[in-house]
T-cell receptor, first 115, second 114 residues
């Protein structure tokens, strides 16, 4: 199994508070991603990183920020949590896609509830 | 823009029968990869199979095969000899060769009936 660890695995927080989710990899993969999963929406990309300090927005980036100061760590921050950010968050990693493809490997997920 | 469509929210299949899960995609890219993932009720995302857009043969991995029709932009997953453990959500995804992102469909929930 790919070495990806998400922390925490579960979190309940109050509206308006900041929250940081951590993704740690031991695979030295270049790309790291944060997705959220909601019923009926599948997985939607929040932000991704293609190297240390290199990040870009996904389709649902509003209200989220990320940082990657080391190859192995990718942090997702909700600056001021809202109930609409209640979701399951997945971190994923991948290598550069070549002719043989490069699948994404996923962490176990973080279930975040904003009350 | 990239878009992945899975039109079957839920599917049922009898144990030991084959089942096809549909996936169509919309892209202007010429080179891309197509992926299928399984998500059991425990929540983890499990990679199943990969197909490159330039591969002439359909990909196979054990009981999984990918029915790839490039002109129709479809990448259907075929599961043969269904087992009870195949009950799960299944997601189709695409990654352009030049791009960094994975684009996912909304998923199909498969239930295998004993």
């Amino acid at each position: 199994d790919a070495g990806i660890t998400q922390s925490p695995r579960h979190k309940v927080t109050e509206t308006g508070t900041p929250v940081t989710l951590r993704c740690h990899q031991t695979e030295n993969h270049r790309y790291m991603y944060w997705y959220r999963q909601d019923p009926g929406h599948g997985l939607r990309l929040i932000h991704y990183s293609y190297g240390v300090k290199d990040t870009d927005k996904g389709e649902v980036s509003d209200g989220y920020s990320v940082s990657r100061s080391k190859t192995e760590d990718f942090l997702l921050t909700l600056e001021s949590a809202t109930s609409s950010q209640t979701s399951v968050y997945f971190c994923a990693i991948s290598e550069i896609q070549g002719i043989y493809g490069a699948e994404a490997f996923f962490g176990q997920g973080t279930r975040l509830t904003v009350v | 823009a990239q878009k992945i469509t899975q039109t079957q929210p839920g599917m049922f299949v009898q144990e030991k029968e084959a089942v096809t899960l549909d996936c169509t995609y919309d892209t202007s890219d010429q080179s891309y990869g197509l992926f299928w993932y399984k998500q059991p009720s425990s929540g983890e995302m499990i990679f199943l199979i990969y197909q490159g857009s330039y591969d002439e043969q359909n990909a196979t991995e054990g009981r999984y095969s990918l029915n790839f029709q490039k002109a129709r932009k479809s990448a259907n997953l075929v599961i043969s000899a269904s087992q009870l453990g195949d009950s799960a959500m299944y997601f189709c995804a695409m990654r352009p060769l030049k791009g960094n992102q994975f684009y996912f469909g909304t998923g199909t929930s498969l239930t295998v009936i004993p």
